[in-house]
């Protein structure tokens, strides 16, 4: 099967001038629409993915390895990132959970390897993260990285974690996102994936707990990579909720999303008209922004500058073949 977008240029026609308008780059300020799972066993997989253009890369050390090759793929993916590979993407790195035989092995592997952020899974409590903060801490001083440089993030996968969000999202600044892992989750709640309903309540509770903590929030994994119509169909869902994005599992699945977070060219020209009305206002001392008649308050400028960050980050929205007029 064909690997799509592998040897495509990116597309900066969509791009002019973006970057210059979207004035906060800091990483904090950038989209997390699409985290990319790997499995810490596939060589092939982990020589590679780089190229692909996800906002994150997930090296995974838990349920994509099997167990046998639970010590192979530790090696590995601390090779691959000492490799410099992956130096302009993020690096998350998905470990098993501490009360595991390779919990701590991996964790130890992950932060003296320079593993951005650390992904631990089935996290149900706020103490299940102090105590990866802990964990990491000591590392990071042993192996002489910079305390706190090393930045977590937790998985939600069942009713109790779904239930201790907020707590969970708050328990730390090293927290910087929360991801709702739909599998496992589904087989707590005795129910199995469906139409979205079964996953409405812990996805309203993961996103509510993201906005209280201020950090990112990724949608479930959309296992069936050849159903295009019901990915978006999904991504849909999940964007006019307010997710940040989503964990994926195949790279066709990456500029399906990042299209699908692009604004319209009208979103786009607007954010435009209302950012550089702002910055005038802000130029001339005035304090009320008016844009062809219209008040422009605070959060119309933000929603704006958002809209550029996305727009610089992937362009302008591609209509699907047959929908351009
Ligand atoms: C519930 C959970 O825990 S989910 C997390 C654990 N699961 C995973 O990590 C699954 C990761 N994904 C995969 O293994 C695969 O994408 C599958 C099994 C879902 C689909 O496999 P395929 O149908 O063979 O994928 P596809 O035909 O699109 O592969 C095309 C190319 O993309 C590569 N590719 C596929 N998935 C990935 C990936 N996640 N990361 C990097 N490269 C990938 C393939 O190696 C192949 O490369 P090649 O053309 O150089 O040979
Ligand atoms: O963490 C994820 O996104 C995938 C996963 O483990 C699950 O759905 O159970
Ligand atoms: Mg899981």
Redesign the pocket.
Known sequence: ????H?DAPRDDAHRPHLDALAEDRHPEQMPHRSM????GS?A???S??YI?GADA??F?L???VALREKDTARLLVMQTLRSGLYAGVETVV?INPLDTPFGRLDLEAAVRAGADVIRL?KTETASDITELETAVEEIERACGREVGSTKLMAAIESAAGVVNAVAIATATPRLVSIAL????YVIDMRTTRGDGSELFYARCAVLHAARVAGIAAYDV?F?D??DEAGFLAEVEVIRRLGFDGK??????QIDLLHNAYAPTQAELDHARLVVQAAERATEEGLGVVSLGGKMIDAPIIEAARRTLRYAAASGVRREPQGAQS
């Open positions: 099967m064909s690997t799509p592998l990319l799972f790997i499995p596939n092939a997989m982990l590679t993915a692909y890369i997930m995974d838990e349920d994509g998905r899974p892992a739909g599998f496992d994994v296992s990579v050849e964990s994926l599992v195949n790279p066709r």
